[in-house]
């Protein structure tokens, strides 16, 4: 009998130890970092993994932590890796052992990945398109806003609701994107208008370890991709500041052969209206830039429907212009579209987006709930696009 209650308390204590969340993501470069982070009981206060690189020999790494509510939310950053190496690690008190990889630091062979905004509204819509969109083993995620649902306008709700709607993405997001072999999809986020607001970020700087509070950055694999993600009017001014830094982010990079801006309200939308402030002001301020240093796509979001528009430069249908993709519909209920001049493609459809990177170009899918393809384009790597 004793041994019997032994068991079960090891098997319960094994179940306490759990991770309860788990999520990896990159703040600088993916070939030669990776942000861990996880939540726990609050009995669970151990900031330790072990890493192994390859089959080599197991070392150690410490973080630290904050409690939040009913657990502890740990982060530990990784740097001087090995790019395009995997690695595996298990958190203290853990049993399970997960894996993931670093990004190339040279495109010699095919990358995957995936964008996709407006994720959490409905679960089972969400774990529908995750299931997809892990069937395709995409490398990392971009998560373009509106990912938990939960900043609401409701004075009538608790900032506990908040906090427990994050925790619940972030529960989910480890059952549906960590495979059975334990190999974790990392993601890189783009604040929505659910997600942040300037009176309301403490929650979401405490989940997601930024280094400084601004969320619009660059993320550079090598010199053959950038991801300009950017804040459109949701925690920061879209003019100014902004627009300053993104006019010296595409200049820098000007010759990169992939250039992809992800962000949150469409300035091209396939539901809201074209008038709309925040859609004029990116008009005004972004995709003057967007057209200048020749971007190779941007990925717009929050109108919870599909969309393509035809390739457009100074505001007009032009052949060599910028082609404006989303519109936000990864777990989100989809919307009815409307036409519109600059609209190519339009659809009351969930989507994700599916990049496979060449070095050649790059081979866009778009994919629904059931894994079809929605639609499909193909965009030259570019250097200078006349």
Same mark, same amino acid.
């Given at each position: 009998m004793k041994s019997l209650l032994f068991v079960f308390a090891l098997f319960a204590r094994l179940l306490d130890a759990d991770a309860i969340a788990l999520y990896l993501t990159w703040y600088t470069d993916p070939s030669t970092t990776m942000a861990i982070q996880w939540h726990t009981p609050l009995s669970e206060k151990s900031d330790a993994i072990e890493i192994q690189a390859l089959a080599g020999n197991w070392r150690k790494a410490k973080g630290s932590h904050l409690e939040l509510g009913d657990r502890v939310v740990h982060k530990l950053f990784l740097d001087h890796l090995m790019p395009d190496t995997e690695y595996?690690?298990?958190l203290e008190d853990d049993p399970a052992i997960y894996k993931f990889r670093t990004a190339p630091k040279t495109l010699n062979g095919p990358l995957r990945f995936c964008i996709g905004g407006d994720i959490y509204q409905t679960p089972d819509l969400f774990r529908k398109m995750c299931r997809v969109v892990s069937a395709k083993d995409p490398l990392f995620v971009?998560?373009?806003g509106d990912i938990a649902y939960a900043v609401n306008s409701n004075p009538f709700r608790f900032r506990s609701m908040a906090r427990n709607r994050w925790f619940s993405f972030l529960q989910e997001w480890k059952e549906e994107m960590i495979s059975p072999e334990g190999q974790v999809i990392p993601f890189l986020i783009v604040p929505g208008n659910h997600d942040i607001s300037p009176d309301d970020s403490e929650l979401f700087f405490d989940l997601f370890a930024f280094p400084e509070k601004q969320l619009y950055r660059a993320i550079d694999f090598g010199d053959y991709l950038s991801l300009i993600l950017l804040d459109s009017d949701i925690y920061e001014p879209i003019e100014? *500041?902004?627009?300053e830094w993104l006019k010296q982010a595409l200049q820098t990079r000007s010759q990169f052969p992939f250039k992809f801006a992800v962000y949150h309200?469409?300035?091209y939308p396939s539901v809201y209206s074209y008038t709309g402030k925040i859609p004029e002001k990116i008009r005004s301020n972004w995709c003057p830039l967007f057209d200048k240093y020749n971007l190779s796509a941007a990925f717009e979001n929050?109108?919870?429907a599909y969309k393509r528009t035809f390739p457009i430069r100074g505001n007009q249908?032009?052949?060599s212009g910028v082609i404006y993709l989303g519109d936000?519909?990864?777990g989100a209920i989809p919307r009815n579209? *409307?036409?519109a001049w600059y609209l190519a493609k339009e659809a009351r459809k969930n989507n994700a987006y599916m990049i496979e990177l060449r070095q050649d170009s790059a081979k866009i899918d778009a994919v629904g709930l059931h894994g079809e393809r929605i639609d499909s384009l193909e965009i030259p790597g570019i250097k200078i696009r006349s």
């Amino acid at each position: 009998m004793k041994s019997l209650l032994f068991v079960f308390a090891l098997f319960a204590r094994l179940l306490d130890a759990d991770a309860i969340a788990l999520y990896l993501t990159w703040y600088t470069d993916p070939s030669t970092t990776m942000a861990i982070q996880w939540h726990t009981p609050l009995s669970e206060k151990s900031d330790a993994i072990e890493i192994q690189a390859l089959a080599g020999n197991w070392r150690k790494a410490k973080g630290s932590h904050l409690e939040l509510g009913d657990r502890v939310v740990h982060k530990l950053f990784l740097d001087h890796l090995m790019p395009d190496t995997e690695y595996s690690f298990r958190l203290e008190d853990d049993p399970a052992i997960y894996k993931f990889r670093t990004a190339p630091k040279t495109l010699n062979g095919p990358l995957r990945f995936c964008i996709g905004g407006d994720i959490y509204q409905t679960p089972d819509l969400f774990r529908k398109m995750c299931r997809v969109v892990s069937a395709k083993d995409p490398l990392f995620v971009v998560l373009g806003g509106d990912i938990a649902y939960a900043v609401n306008s409701n004075p009538f709700r608790f900032r506990s609701m908040a906090r427990n709607r994050w925790f619940s993405f972030l529960q989910e997001w480890k059952e549906e994107m960590i495979s059975p072999e334990g190999q974790v999809i990392p993601f890189l986020i783009v604040p929505g208008n659910h997600d942040i607001s300037p009176d309301d970020s403490e929650l979401f700087f405490d989940l997601f370890a930024f280094p400084e509070k601004q969320l619009y950055r660059a993320i550079d694999f090598g010199d053959y991709l950038s991801l300009i993600l950017l804040d459109s009017d949701i925690y920061e001014p879209i003019e100014g *500041k902004q627009t300053e830094w993104l006019k010296q982010a595409l200049q820098t990079r000007s010759q990169f052969p992939f250039k992809f801006a992800v962000y949150h309200i469409a300035a091209y939308p396939s539901v809201y209206s074209y008038t709309g402030k925040i859609p004029e002001k990116i008009r005004s301020n972004w995709c003057p830039l967007f057209d200048k240093y020749n971007l190779s796509a941007a990925f717009e979001n929050h109108n919870h429907a599909y969309k393509r528009t035809f390739p457009i430069r100074g505001n007009q249908v032009v052949e060599s212009g910028v082609i404006y993709l989303g519109d936000g519909c990864w777990g989100a209920i989809p919307r009815n579209t *409307k036409k519109a001049w600059y609209l190519a493609k339009e659809a009351r459809k969930n989507n994700a987006y599916m990049i496979e990177l060449r070095q050649d170009s790059a081979k866009i899918d778009a994919v629904g709930l059931h894994g079809e393809r929605i639609d499909s384009l193909e965009i030259p790597g570019i250097k200078i696009r006349s």
